[in-house]
């Protein structure tokens, strides 16, 4: 967040300029209850049952869908090819889908008595979708299907293979859809559910919220993998050679709330606004008594280091530094008509016996920290410590910008950082949230190059070549989940990123917001590598951040642009063309740079909040 109405920032020109990496795709359904999956065993959840490999085995890391997946090691005089016959009517459409990982992975269908058929891809680093499709001759009643590697390129991984058309003839009738589905364990990251037998079934799909997920032959399954205090809808068909079933009643679960991080006494929706404390810019000063009561969170902004590498962190009131000033007369300058620092400090204990969060932020635009050393982030610790103490305020946001965090060249697990600067932060996070307990209130508010731009690219990268901070504030976020009060990242000033279905989405719309804040609650891929996932943070964690205003960055939206966006993410409503990957009814609110910018429109930003939650 800056002082004045902030140009495109240079990390938006360097997101649209990066290279694209593969990412997550999503699963296709069946054409319908007249066509059916052919293929058997199609996710390997049993085995290499169905399947006739020269070389191959399953694995359960890395998947794309449910629990296993075919690896095969291709070798100098082997392709590790994995082949199925399958039965089909004449003269008959077919369409042959599957997910692989490495290097010239190819899918294809033999003896289809027209035009045998394959796709390929040169490198998928992570999992891409082949699909292909054929029409069988006038006498054809069996094709063979199959994937392979390429001789000498190593091991390639292939996953939820389907091959869907009408069964063969003499097969009989597709059988009825299963009754009886209804959950049986929810836990904040799983639901089980169970369903009646269908005579003449060979196995089950299961459906999450319209797209296929897995596949089983009993009549139970635990869906893991589920995002905290979300709701989740699933249906069943039943499967033969004859094809597939219709869908059966859908049952609703919603997720068990997760532990940690989340005072119980925040609103289930809350608004998080930046108070201009220590200088003003073009919305003017605004004195905190004066703060509307809609905003349940209050930063104020900023305490900035001495020096970018001291770690020694200051709060000077506007305009000069007011922890002598003692009354009115001594503000003029920047904010004429300040309050004192009595009147100030008296402000925050009001608020916080009408329930509201004040809390220091540190950084911002013009506040570069870096915690090079151990005792910079001692020094750090310290000075914080004294500003929460010397204003008695309920917490920390986190707002580092610019140069203040970036990746080591061989820092490459978000899970497991190296980085001097991103560990002595962790650490002196986790040193305040001890000293303080429970009740400590701790944010963050990075920009998406730091966050979801991570889903493409991480530090340097494989090769070298990237921006350091791409990514860079993941390691923070994730060790520091389960003491985080909300994430709300600054969805503005922002270039285009990519999101969960593989398609670049700009600022200015609802879109944007939702593409972003899904990219949060469900987690994903690190750079494109799908054992290395991001998980998902609970709803009740996350806040939208956006400008309140058109003076306030780049990236406003109108008010009917933010409804948009939160019906879609907690109701799945008013969506448009972005098909989320759940429904999070606990998501925890919105963030706006900021109250002033707020006010100085006429309080738009706060009456579209109340309107919508109350």
Known sequence: ????????????????????????????????????????????????????????????????????????????????????????????????SGYVRGSYVYLGANGTGTTDVSAWT?????????????????????????????????????????????????????????????????????????????????NYALYRDGARIQTVTGTSATV????????????????????????????????????????????????????????????????????????????????EPTSATSGDIRFNRCPDGGTSRTSEAESGGECPGEESDADFKAAIEAKQAAGKKVLISIGGQNGQVQLTTTAARDAFVSSVSKIIDTWGLDGLDVDFEGHSLSLNANDTDFKNPTTPVVVNLISALKTLKAKYGTKFVLTMAPETFFVQNGYQFYGTGKWGGQDPRCGAYLPVIHALRDDLTLLHVQDYNSGPIMGLDNQYHSMGGAEFHIAMTDMLLTGFPVAGDSTNVFPPLRPDQ?????????????????????????????????????????????????????????????????????????
């Not at 059916?36 to 794309?64: I, M, R, Y």
Request: charged letters at 10%; one cysteine or more; aromatic letters at 8%.
């Open 1 to 96: 967040m800056d002082r004045a109405r902030r140009p495109r920032s240079v990390l938006a020109a360097l997101t649209a300029a990066l290279l694209t990496v593969p990412a997550l795709t999503a699963l296709s359904s069946p054409a319908g209850a007249t066509d059916a999956d052919l293929a058997v065993n199609g996710g390997f959840e049993s085995g290499l049952t169905g399947w006739t490999c020269t070389a191959g085995t399953t694995v359960d890391s890395p998947v794309h869908g449910g629990r296993s997946a075919l690896q095969a090691a291709s070798a100098g005089s082997d392709n590790a090819q994995c082949t199925q016959t399958v039965t089909v009517q004449p003269d008959a459409q077919y369409t042959l």
């Open 122 to 202: 040169q490198s998928a680093p992570d999992w891409q979708k082949l699909s292909t499709t054929f029409r069988t001759g006038p006498a054809t009643t069996k094709v063979t299907i199959y994937t392979h590697g390429w001789y000498g390129t190593g091991a390639y991984q292939a996953d939820d293979i389907t091959l869907v058309g009408p069964g063969g003839s003499g097969t009989g009738p597709p059988p009825a859809a299963p009754a009886g589905l209804k959950t049986t364990s929810v836990t904040s990251s799983s639901v089980g559910l169970s369903w009646s037998a269908v005579t003449g079934a060979t």
């Open 224 to 303: 893991s993998g589920l995002a905290a205090s979300t709701a989740y809808s699933f249906r069943v068909t039943a499967v033969n050679a004859a094809g597939e079933s219709a869908k059966s009643a859908a049952v609703t679960a919603t997720t068990n709330a997760g532990t940690g991080g989340s005072p119980s006494d925040l609103p289930a929706h809350a608004l998080v606004g930046y108070l201009h404390a220590s200088f003003a810019n073009g919305a003017g000063y605004a004195r905190l008594a004066d703060v509307p009561d809609s905003w349940d969170v209050i930063d104020l902004a900023f305490g």
């Open 542 to 614: 996350v806040a939208i951040g956006m400008p309140a205003s058109t003076n306030a960055g780049n990236g406003y939206v109108s008010p009917a642009e933010v409804t948009k966006t939160l019906d879609c993410l907690t109701k799945k409503t008013n969506c448009g063309s972005y098909s989320t990957h759940g429904t999070w009814p606990g998501l925890r609110g919105l963030m706006a740079w900021s109250i002033n910018w707020d006010r100085f429109a006429n309080g738009e930003f706060q009456k579209t909040f109340d309107g919508y939650f109350g």
